[in-house]
C-alpha cells in the first residue's frame, strides 16, 4: 500500500512516529555504514532514538550497526542519519532494507549521502581511502524483492549526482583523506569474496566491492531524492596474495576514516543549505 509522492503508507505512520518521540524533520538524510555511526556524536543538539520506536524498520544484525535514528544539524543544516542499515545477508528482501529510506523522505529529506566499507580493487589503493561513487554494479539484484510498484529506471539515467561527486571529492581532500571517483560492486555477501571473483570483479571495471547500498540509492532515486556515496576503503584485495578480513577489523579501518566522511557530510550540509563548500573547487582532471 503506497502512501504520498509514492511513499508506502507505513513509511509515513513511521515518520510521524518518529516525530512524537522527539525526533525532527530534516533536508539532508545520511545511511552511516559499518563503523561509521560515531559520526553522529559531531551533529549539533543531536537527539538518538532507536528504530524500534518507528515500528516498522528491521534491527541490524550485523556489526558495528547500532540501529538508531540520528536527528540534529550540521553547518545549521537539518540532517537525519541512519545509524547502520540491514542487508541481504541478514535474510532482509530490498523492500525491507529500503524502508530506512522512505521514513527519511517521509521526514522530508530531498538529499541523501550514503556511506559503506567496501574492499578495494585497483592496484595503489589504500586502506582508509575513500572512493565516491559515480556509478555502480549491481550484482546482487533479486527479482520480486523490490517494493511493489517499483519503477524500472530509464537506461543511462544518472543515479549519482555529478556536482555531488565533485563536492564530496574536494571535501575529503580537503579533510585530508585520499579520494577518487569510481565503480561500486554490490555482491549479497554474507562471505568475502574469493580470488577468482575479485579477477571478475575487476574485469567488469569496479574499483571497489561491498554487499549494501545501491537498493538504498534506487530507492532513493525513485522517490526523486538527489544522491551522494561514498565507500570508505578498508581492505585491498590482491587475488594473488590474499590475507584475512574480519568484520572487526573492517569496523575498525572505516572508523579511522572518519573525518574524511566528516568532510563530505559537512560539504553536503552546507551546499543543501545553499553556501558554498569548503575546498570545493576540484578540477575534472583531478578525479
Avoid at 11 to 33: E, N
Wanted: charged letters at 20%; one cysteine or more.
Amino acid at each position: 500500500m503506497e502512501g504520498t509522492d509514492g511513499l508506502r503508507a507505513e513509511a509515513v505512520a513511521a515518520a510521524a512516529r518518529v516525530l512524537a518521540a522527539g525526533g525532527r524533520r530534516g533536508r539532508l538524510g545520511i545511511v552511516l555504514g559499518t563503523g561509521l555511526g560515531g559520526l553522529v556524536e559531531r551533529f549539533d543538539d543531536v537527539v538518538c532514538l532507536p528504530v524500534d520506536v518507528t515500528g516498522w524498520l528491521a534491527a541490524s544484525t550485523a556489526t558495528g550497526h547500532a540501529g538508531r535514528i540520528a536527528c540534529g544539524r550540521v553547518t545549521g543544516c537539518p540532517v537525519i542519519a541512519l545509524q547502520g542499515r540491514v542487508h541481504a545477508y541478514e535474510g532482509f528482501d530490498d523492500a525491507t532494507i529500503t524502508r530506512g529510506i522512505e521514513v527519511l523522505v517521509a521526514l522530508g529529506v530531498r538529499t541523501l549521502l550514503v556511506t559503506n566499507a567496501s574492499g578495494g580493487l585497483r592496484p595503489g589503493m589504500t586502506g582508509g581511502e575513500l572512493l565516491v561513487l559515480d556509478d555502480h554494479l549491481d550484482l546482487g539484484a533479486r527479482p520480486g524483492t523490490a517494493p511493489a510498484g517499483a519503477r524500472v529506471g530509464r537506461a543511462g539515467e544518472e543515479i549519482y549526482r555529478a556536482d555531488f561527486v565533485e563536492i564530496a571529492l574536494a571535501a575529503a581532500r580537503h579533510a585530508g583523506a585520499r579520494a577518487r571517483a569510481g565503480v561500486y560492486a554490490r555482491l549479497l555477501g554474507p562471505s568475502y569474496e574469493t580470488r577468482a571473483e575479485y579477477r571478475m570483479l575487476l574485469r567488469l571495471g569496479a574499483d571497489a566491492v561491498g554487499m549494501s547500498t545501491v537498493p538504498e540509492v534506487l530507492a532513493a532515486r525513485r522517490l526523486g531524492v538527489d544522491v551522494a556515496a561514498v565507500s570508505v576503503i578498508t581492505n585491498v584485495a590482491n587475488p594473488d596474495a590474499p590475507d584475512q578480513t574480519d568484520a572487526e577489523e573492517v569496523c575498525r579501518l572505516a572508523a579511522g576514516a572518519a573525518d574524511g566522511i566528516w568532510g563530505v557530510i559537512r560539504a553536503l550540509a552546507t551546499a543543501v543549505a545553499g553556501g558554498e563548500p569548503e575546498g570545493s573547487k576540484t578540477k575534472m582532471e583531478d578525479r
